[in-house]
């Protein structure tokens, strides 16, 4: 039985407008200097109805490539608030029939698994009436990604993920997305990172209160870089060709890898002209598999 108007939580595609890297823990994890904002396109987590143990069913188009196994991070984290609700919050612990409408690349450095094992928390913390506060400690166990995704609003990243400032407000700049349907492993390109040379020292990036423009965000920007550009690039030299087609459409400000990629933004002035350059670029990713997204930010204003 699915419920009628069944709960749901969206899961967006989180996006590295910059990312420096700055230091090296002594367990091996990178500290980062970033600016993650949220991009309309997004996953979709369904609560179906109760079952007996929590389980997950997948759907979308880009479902085939995941297991709905126990590694999958919507039952990780579906898993791991259920134990934190049933101590916190005396046995809140029925379980559930989970759906993932998995809509965004996997593996692709927009922190797809991130957002859904948010999501999943946020979704289920609010059926439970659970403490939104207990979500956080949760989220930085199941990934440096996670704690971002719990608010999935625009925040400036630091430590390893779990250090969130306040992010200058956005402005309704456009946003295109293309994936070369290349999956590129997080550790791998971190290796690569290590491997060539490492940390470059410069002085931490400005960033204002508020950017009134597109134009205005991509001048700062352009001060700012991808440290896992070029690594992800030498292990999957595609990104350069997505790169340069990014870059070659009409209106792009700036074309950038996200996160440890192979997914590539653009900026453009506002929606629309993302959408344009999308249209332009059809032919081109049709003819290559290459997903493309294009439209606006999730949320313009940071929750910090
Ligand atoms: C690079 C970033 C930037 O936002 O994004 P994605 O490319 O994943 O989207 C993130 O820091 C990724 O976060 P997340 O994907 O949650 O990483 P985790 O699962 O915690 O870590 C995967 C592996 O990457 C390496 N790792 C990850 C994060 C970090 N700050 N330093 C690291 O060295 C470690 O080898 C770790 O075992
Ligand atoms: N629900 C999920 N969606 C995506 N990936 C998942 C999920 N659950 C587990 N994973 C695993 O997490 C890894 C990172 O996935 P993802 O978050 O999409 O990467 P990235 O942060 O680089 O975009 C993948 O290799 C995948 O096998």
Redesign the pocket.
Known sequence: MTFPDAPQATAHA?I?LF?HITGRRDD???L?D?L?VFAGAADRITLEGPGDTMSLTIDGPFGQGLEADDQNLVLRAARALQTKAGTAFNGLTESFRLKLEKNLPVAS???GG?ADAAATLRLLAREWDADQAILFPIAEKL????PVCIAQRPARMQG??EILAPAPVLPDAGLLLVNPGVGVS??EV?RAFAAGGGITERPEAFLPTRWDSAEAMVADLNATTND?QAPALSQCPVIGTVLASIGSLPECLLARMS??GATCFGIFPNPDSAKNAAQVLNEQSARLGWWTWAGGFHHTGSSI
């Open positions: 989180k590295n990312l091996g994890y990178h980062l970033s993650a450095g927009i922190g991130s990934g440096a990604d996670v390893i993920g997080t550790p971190f896992l996160g440890s």
